[in-house]
T-cell receptor, first 113, second 115 residues
Framework: AQKVTQAQTEISVVEKEDVTLDCVYE???????LFWYKQPPSGELVFLIR??????QNEISGRYSWNFQKSTSSFNFTITASQVVDSAVYFC??????????FGPGTRLSVLP | DSGVTQTPKHLITATGQRVTLRCSPR?????VYWYQQSLDQGLQFLIQ???????AKGNILERFSAQQFPDLHSELNLSSLELGDSALYFC??????????????FGNGTRLTVT
């Protein structure tokens, strides 16, 4: 199976620190898609971003940014100036046109006041 | 709001019983997925339907079954429940094709407690 690895099981930071969540994926496909989801303590799963393999431009959305590097098969997620509301479990996922979604195990982020 | 509706939000039942979880996908989405998330665990893919037909099967137990109806809503049936079936069950929907290039949009989940 083509795995998605999130090596950091848990991260703890103090508010206003920057934090990067790592995601490394395996794929044999030329075209594939990468995703990040957030699961706050309330339990719902929130879609954050989709990136396709054609587009290696980094993306920034407010305090969130994503760094996609095909050469290292990584799609890392950085939160700048973290806030307590960022505390959640974050899941990275991969799919391709004909290959179902594969989720990483998740990284639990705790942002302390 | 993802646009995916799951009912009920919470379900408490006894071992050996049978329950049905219901999901309405986002308007226009034809694919419905079911996932199981046990306590502090990741997301386990159970099954996918596309436009009424089973499309992909994951680690779904034989005691579990699902279907997608002509109006595209889906139901997940869990029978002969065991304590270990206690989990959060998510439904997700995506896209107008059976392919995996559109993001999944998740419902808020049904928390099942088996006592």
């Amino acid at each position: 199976a083509q795995k998605v690895t999130q090596a950091q099981t848990e991260i703890s930071v103090v508010e206003k620190e920057d934090v990067t969540l790592d995601c490394v994926y395996e794929t044999r496909d030329t075209t594939y898609y990468l995703f990040w989801y957030k699961q706050p303590p309330s339990g719902e799963l929130v879609f954050l971003i989709r990136r396709n393999s054609f587009d290696e431009q980094n993306e920034i959305s407010g305090r969130y940014s994503w760094n996609f590097q095909k050469s290292t098969s990584s799609f890392n997620f950085t939160i700048t100036a973290s806030q307590v509301v960022d505390s959640a479990v974050y899941f990275c996922a991969r799919s391709s046109y004909g290959q179902n979604f594969v989720f990483g195990p998740g990284t639990r982020l705790s942002v302390l006041p | 709001d993802s646009g995916v509706t799951q009912t009920p939000k919470h379900l408490i039942t006894a071992t050996g019983q049978r329950v049905t979880l219901r999901c309405s996908p986002r308007s226009g989405d034809l694919s419905v997925y079911w996932y199981q998330q046990s306590l502090d665990q990741g997301l386990q893919f159970l099954i996918q339907y596309y436009n009424g037909e089973e499309r992909a099967k994951g680690n779904i137990l034989e005691r579990f079954s699902a279907q997608q109806f002509p109006d595209l809503h889906s139901e997940l049936n869990l029978s002969s429940l065991e304590l270990g079936d206690s989990a959060l069950y998510f439904c997700a929907s995506s896209g107008q094709t059976p392919y995996y290039n559109s993001p999944l949009h998740f419902g808020n989940g049904t928390r099942l407690t088996v006592t």
